[in-house]
């Protein structure tokens, strides 16, 4: 490793922080994460991420907190949450969610600006089209149904960070938007 790159990943640990590493427990399956250890010269230690890895794991981990939640902090966390509880048009709480991320972005001082927000339900993917006609024998409506209710949403986010890093992220998944 040169001197150029050993400064550059001193400047991203000094600017993006440093955090104890979290994976989650069950991935696909619940939201629960975990704290993770490595091995030291003196045994088992906590293992922490630092620089873009940091950032990327404190988004996910915000994205996943309801706002308001942490009693020591009541603005970290995530407001599109409240809109998948509304009983509203999807395309309105699509657009709400969309607002909560980019918000949540728009508040850490690590990121300089935010470039993308990608919201995938899979609805214009191959078999996922939506185009809002019914289906000629009514056997597939409550198939459709079943799976319109089944779905998440991806978030995928690429912002650049206030070290000149161009990060593209995946924040998860939300259920049924």
């Known amino acids: 490793m040169d001197r150029t790159e050993r400064e550059r990943q001193a400047a991203q640990r000094r600017y993006l922080g440093w955090g104890l590493a979290f994976e989650p427990t069950m991935p ?5 994460r975990d704290i993770v250890f490595d091995d030291g010269p003196n045994g088992r230690v906590l293992a922490l991420v630092a620089g873009t890895d940091n950032v990327a794991q404190s988004l996910a981990v915000a994205l996943t907190t309801l ?13 599109g949450l409240n809109a998948l509880a509304e009983q ?41 089209t939506d185009n809002g006609q019914s289906s000629a024998n009514g ?5 459709k149904a079943a799976l319109r209710a089944s ?24 259920p049924s938007v």
């Open 139 to 143: 056997t597939d409506d409550a198939a």
């Open 88 to 128: 509203i048009e999807p395309n309105l709480i699509r657009e709400q969610v969309r607002i909560g991320i980019i918000t949540l972005l728009d508040r850490d001082p690590r990121v300089r600006k935010i470039v993308d927000v990608n919201l995938d339900d899979g609805r214009l993917g191959v078999g996922g």
């Open 67 to 79: 706002r308001g939640s942490n009693v020591f902090d009541a603005t970290f966390g995530f407001d």
């Open 28 to 32: 696909g399956v619940d939201l629960a």
């Open 151 to 174: 779905r998440t949403l991806q978030v995928q986010v690429q912002f650049e960070t206030i070290t000149d890093d161009r990060l593209s992220v995946h924040l998860g998944e939300l």
